[in-house]
């Protein structure tokens, strides 16, 4: 083969693999505020920066009527960055049908931890749950939990190959902690600290059903939003979710 032949060849392979890149949908967030205050511009400015994600916003009350089977096939994950207690028997019913038997995506921040008080099914679904009341769960005792702003402590990777933190190493992050939470055997640590104003795991997957379901704790403020390893864990988060992780 000539040069002019190998030169077309490589243009013909490199086309082809652009053509293939455009061709990959990217993945859609659904994320659901509402019931907690917290910095819009900077929150939404995580998302713009990550490439191969798209997001809408929806807002309570109106979000848990996202869960219809129609509206669900405008989004493959659903992101909580809410802090809500209002649900119908019917909008609880389809949310857990979303997940569990569809296998949409649901990457769970912070203070969502709180949501759902009342609805046992919710901290099965997300892993975990903070509650500001004594609760019993598996037969031991948690609550009052607590929170504190403006932390500073060293977020340990648990397992360097795991999707969601592939290549992570360790990194130095202030953010609000929770201490004292519940935490469910069924779930995989993904991060842990050692900082005696929180919880020892503050991030995890599992599944629940066909879903893939991921929380991560931190994400109160800009201070979380802005930094590079918090951005790459959602990230990784919603693409492993939404079942597209990077290889």
Same mark, same amino acid.
């Given at each position: 083969m000539g040069m002019i032949g190998l030169a077309l060849l490589v243009m013909a392979?490199?086309?082809? %693999? *652009?053509?293939?890149?455009?061709?990959v949908p990217p993945v859609r967030a659904l994320i659901v505020t509402g019931g907690h205050?917290? %910095?819009r511009p900077q929150f939404f400015a995580m998302?713009? !920066? =990550? *490439?191969?994600?798209?997001?809408?916003?929806?807002?309570?009350? %109106?979000?848990n009527k996202q869960f219809t089977p129609e509206a669900a096939r405008?989004? /493959?994950?659903?992101?909580?960055? +809410? =802090?809500?207690? +209002?649900?119908?028997?019917?909008?609880?019913?389809?949310?857990?049908?979303?997940?569990? /038997?569809?296998?949409?995506?649901? @990457?769970?921040?912070?203070?969502?931890? @709180?949501? &759902?008080?009342?609805?046992?099914?919710?901290?099965?679904m997300i892993?975990?749950?903070?509650?500001? +009341?004594?609760?019993e769960i598996d037969g031991k005792k948690y609550g009052p939990n607590t929170f504190d702003h403006d932390q500073s402590f060293r977020v340990q990777i648990?397992?360097?190959? $795991?999707?969601?933190?592939?290549? =992570?190493? $360790?990194? +130095? #992050?202030? $953010? %609000?902690? &929770?201490?004292? &939470?519940?935490?469910?055997?069924? @779930?995989?640590? #993904? #991060?842990?600290? /050692?900082?005696?104003? !929180?919880?020892?795991?503050?991030?995890?997957s599992k599944t629940y059903g066909k879903g893939r379901v991921v929380y991560l704790q931190s994400g109160h403020d800009h201070t979380s939003f802005d930094h590079k390893d918090f951005r790459a864990l959602v990230r990784n988060a919603l693409l492993w979710t939404a079942a597209k992780s990077e290889k």
């Open positions: 392979f490199a086309d082809a %693999e *652009s053509e293939a890149e455009v061709a205050d917290f %910095e998302f713009d !920066s =990550m *490439s191969g994600i798209t997001w809408k916003e929806v807002v309570h009350p %109106e979000a405008e989004y /493959d994950v659903i992101v909580l960055y +809410d =802090m809500w207690q +209002d649900i119908t028997d019917e909008q609880k019913q389809q949310f857990v049908q979303r997940v569990k /038997d569809d296998g949409k995506g649901l @990457v769970a921040l912070h203070h969502c931890l @709180v949501s &759902y008080q009342k609805w046992p099914e919710f901290r099965v892993g975990g749950q903070f509650t500001f +009341d004594v609760v648990v397992d360097p190959a $795991d999707p969601v933190t592939k290549g =992570m190493t $360790d990194f +130095d #992050l202030v $953010d %609000e902690t &929770y201490g004292g &939470y519940y935490v469910a055997n069924d @779930v995989k640590p #993904l #991060l842990k600290v /050692d900082h005696p104003k !929180s919880a020892p795991i503050i991030g995890w």
